[in-house]
């Protein structure tokens, strides 16, 4: 079968799976403000091995490299799905690009310093870049823009974004200046031009670029004999070969407007032109590092941290044992009761030990992928408050759920407003109905209202710190901070639990750390849940008047 046959029956695939996912509008781009992008990029594998780097845009490697949680109807960069092609027992393919970048912000940013780190002797290093290179060369946003051409002219600027004094050169320039540093660490540079946009000319053919960006990467190549891959010719062919329906679907469905960003069907076209385009360089490693055949129909990565909303049918509700007795509640989300699920412990469901059974209950009424927003509209807290007396005790976390963008499909109907006041943003439901969402605050304030008018008393949480936030930054400032506001002025008891496990963390050490989790950032496993669990009994004794103190079983006596 002719290669471009077997491309368009690949395609077919992909686009016959990505039609039958349920359509959602996509997030806004990330690093919207380059010179503080932070994120977190891979690194090389096996260090003994090559590696194949590469550095761009969100059109090589888009936001989180997640897909926005939509799998392959979201947006990806050709830098995910191109690894496929690569045997990871000869070389690391490792996707340094960054979204929302330049040719010049990748370089000012720090990025490449970074990721230059990583280049040794017998890399290969792809850069993509022009896409953000046509914005302003000095504004308060964004601030990426380049000089076109590729010539040596240089604009000074006082930079409006990053408040410091920036000599601007070309396109061309900052190519060249990638170029040298690849080759002063004696690895092998090649130049790819901008993928195309989804957009056609008066003849009906894809859109080229030949006179800007895509003949600009161009002559920067000729000019510094290095390989050159011609992403914006050889995709835009490709294109016309497969028509504008077929490529009309090789972007997200529901965003008509995307013409930048493609889905996973459109990063596989664009990858597999990236590998033809290696393999024409006739660079032997190259044909050493590919695989003997190549993958047929690569699959977006099943990300192990995706936060699933539990299917409540699917979830025992635990009542108090002994009505006579207080009972201690615990309100949240499944950092708290996650149930097993893939090995998934919440610390909830460590937390019993700790509690004399004779003198106190223990329900765990927390409940996984809810928010603060989401736990009060379905009706679980009125079914918590409906069960509370004089005496109880309310332990509330949430926090994991309630961030984003609200009326994004990918936040699942549960994002709250950002803050603590009175203010609502109006959400559509699935079904079409409109919800006026309260803030993140106005949710706790109300479940500490109504806990203490059944002579309750409340306790809220700062959640417990991702795996991968605990070491330098403080993990959930917002939020925390918003608990601590809530409480205070509503009478509540508040743990900075975030700090208290990151604490710990910290004495344990990354690599006991690192075992403690049963996913790739978020839940805990057995043993992180019992841990975390010694973090509250510890956070609930430091309390003023240690409210549950009688309750303490032996074991937390020794904490």
């Given at each position: 079968?002719?290669?471009l046959?077997?491309?368009?029956r690949?395609?077919?695939?992909?686009?016959?799976?990505?039609?039958?996912?349920?359509?959602q509008?996509?997030?806004?781009?990330?690093?919207t403000?380059?010179?503080?992008?932070?994120?977190t990029l891979?690194?090389?594998a096996?260090?003994?091995?090559?590696?194949?780097?590469l550095?761009?845009?969100?059109?090589?490697?888009?936001?989180?490299?997640?897909?926005q949680?939509?799998?392959?109807?979201?947006?990806w960069?050709w830098?995910?799905?191109?690894?496929?092609?690569?045997?990871?027992?000869?070389?690391n393919?490792?996707n340094?690009a960054?979204?929302?970048l330049?040719s010049?912000?990748?370089?000012?940013s720090g990025?490449?310093?970074?990721t230059?780190?990583?280049?040794?002797r017998?890399?290969?290093?792809?850069?993509?870049?022009?896409?953000?290179?046509?914005g302003?060369?000095n504004d308060?946003?964004?601030a990426?823009?380049?000089?076109?051409?590729v010539?040596?002219?240089?604009?000074?600027i006082d930079?409006?974004?990053?408040?410091?004094?920036?000599?601007v050169?070309?396109?061309?320039?900052?190519?060249?200046q990638?170029?040298a540093?690849?080759?002063?660490?004696?690895?092998?540079?090649?130049?790819?031009?901008?993928?195309?946009?989804?957009?056609?000319?008066?003849?009906g053919?894809a859109?080229?670029?030949r006179d800007?960006?895509?003949?600009?990467?161009?002559a920067?190549?000729?000019?510094?004999?290095?390989?050159?891959?011609?992403?914006?010719e050889?995709i835009?062919?490709?294109?016309?070969?497969?028509?504008?329906?077929?490529?009309?679907?090789?972007?997200?469905?529901?965003?008509?407007?995307?013409?930048?960003?493609?889905?996973?069907?459109?990063?596989?076209?664009?990858?597999?032109v990236?590998?033809?385009g290696l393999k024409?360089?006739?660079d032997p490693?190259?044909?050493?590092?590919?695989?003997p055949?190549?993958?047929?129909?690569?699959?977006?990565?099943?990300?192990?941290d995706?936060r699933?909303?539990?299917?409540?049918?699917?979830?025992?509700?635990e009542?108090?044992?002994?009505?006579s007795?207080?009972?201690?509640?615990l309100v949240?989300d499944?950092?708290?009761?996650?149930?097993g699920?893939r090995?998934?412990?919440?610390?909830?469901?460590?937390?019993?030990?700790?509690f004399?059974?004779?003198k106190?209950?223990?329900?765990?009424a927390?409940?996984?992928?809810?928010?603060?927003?989401?736990?009060?509209?379905?009706?679980?807290?009125d079914?918590v408050?409906?069960?509370?007396?004089?005496g109880?005790?309310?332990?509330?976390?949430?926090?994991?759920?309630?961030?984003?963008?609200?009326?994004?499909?990918?936040?699942?109907?549960?994002?709250?407003?950002?803050g603590?006041?009175?203010?609502t943003?109006?959400?559509?439901r699935?079904d079409?109905s409109k919800?006026?969402?309260h803030?993140?605050?106005?949710?706790?304030?109300?479940?500490?209202?109504?806990?203490?008018?059944?002579g309750?008393?409340?306790v809220?949480?700062a959640?417990?710190?991702h795996?991968d936030?605990?070491?330098?930054?403080?993990?959930?400032v917002?939020?925390?901070d918003?608990?601590?506001?809530?409480?205070?002025?509503?009478?509540?008891?508040?743990?900075?639990?975030?700090?208290?496990?990151?604490d710990?963390?910290?004495?344990?050490?990354?690599?006991?750390?690192?075992?403690?989790?049963?996913?790739?950032?978020?839940?805990?496993?057995?043993?992180?849940?019992?841990?975390?669990?010694?973090?509250?009994?510890?956070?609930?004794?430091a309390l003023?008047?240690?409210?549950?103190?009688?309750?303490?079983?032996?074991?937390?006596?020794?904490?």
């Amino acid at each position: 079968m002719p290669p471009l046959s077997r491309l368009m029956r690949t395609a077919a695939l992909i686009l016959l799976s990505i039609g039958c996912a349920h359509a959602q509008p996509l997030p806004p781009a990330v690093n919207t403000d380059p010179a503080r992008a932070r994120v977190t990029l891979p690194e090389p594998a096996n260090p003994a091995l090559p590696s194949l780097i590469l550095i761009g845009d969100s059109t090589v490697r888009n936001g989180h490299d997640d897909g926005q949680h939509k799998g392959a109807a979201g947006q990806w960069g050709w830098g995910n799905p191109i690894a496929a092609w690569f045997d990871p027992a000869k070389v690391n393919v490792v996707n340094r690009a960054v979204g929302g970048l330049s040719s010049r912000t990748y370089l000012t940013s720090g990025h490449w310093a970074r990721t230059l780190a990583f280049v040794k002797r017998g890399d290969i290093v792809v850069m993509q870049f022009g896409h953000n290179d046509a914005g302003p060369v000095n504004d308060t946003s964004r601030a990426r823009g380049t000089i076109r051409g590729v010539g040596d002219e240089t604009e000074a600027i006082d930079n409006l974004l990053t408040h410091k004094h920036e000599v601007v050169h070309s396109y061309g320039w900052y190519l060249r200046q990638y170029v040298a540093d690849i080759r002063a660490k004696g690895a092998t540079p090649v130049i790819c031009s901008p993928i195309p946009h989804k957009q056609w000319d008066a003849q009906g053919h894809a859109k080229r670029d030949r006179d800007t960006y895509a003949g600009w990467a161009a002559a920067v190549a000729r000019a510094e004999h290095v390989g050159f891959i011609d992403l914006n010719e050889d995709i835009a062919r490709r294109y016309d070969a497969l028509g504008r329906d077929a490529v009309m679907r090789l972007f997200p469905q529901t965003t008509p407007d995307e013409h930048t960003h493609t889905n996973w069907a459109g990063a596989v076209l664009n990858a597999q032109v990236v590998v033809d385009g290696l393999k024409a360089l006739h660079d032997p490693r190259i044909a050493a590092w590919l695989k003997p055949q190549a993958p047929v129909d690569p699959q977006p990565p099943v990300r192990e941290d995706d936060r699933p909303v539990v299917d409540a049918r699917t979830v025992h509700e635990e009542t108090a044992r002994d009505a006579s007795l207080p009972t201690l509640f615990l309100v949240g989300d499944s950092t708290v009761k996650s149930g097993g699920l893939r090995g998934m412990i919440g610390w909830g469901e460590r937390i019993a030990p700790f509690f004399d059974p004779r003198k106190i209950n223990v329900v765990n009424a927390a409940i996984g992928g809810r928010s603060s927003r989401t736990y009060f509209t379905e009706g679980r807290w009125d079914r918590v408050r409906d069960q509370l007396k004089p005496g109880d005790v309310v332990l509330i976390q949430f926090g994991h759920n309630d961030g984003g963008r609200i009326g994004d499909p990918a936040m699942k109907n549960r994002a709250s407003a950002p803050g603590i006041g009175p203010e609502t943003v109006e959400d559509t439901r699935p079904d079409g109905s409109k919800e006026q969402v309260h803030t993140f605050g106005w949710y706790m304030a109300r479940y500490v209202r109504d806990a203490k008018a059944k002579g309750a008393t409340v306790v809220l949480l700062a959640p417990v710190p991702h795996r991968d936030r605990w070491q330098e930054d403080r993990d959930f400032v917002t939020f925390a901070d918003w608990d601590r506001q809530v409480a205070a002025a509503n009478g509540a008891a508040y743990i900075d639990l975030t700090l208290l496990v990151a604490d710990g963390y910290k004495r344990l050490g990354a690599d006991r750390v690192n075992t403690l989790f049963a996913d790739a950032r978020t839940h805990t496993n057995a043993q992180g849940a019992e841990f975390n669990a010694e973090r509250v009994v510890a956070g609930l004794q430091a309390l003023p008047g240690n409210p549950l103190g009688p309750y303490f079983a032996d074991k937390a006596a020794g904490q």
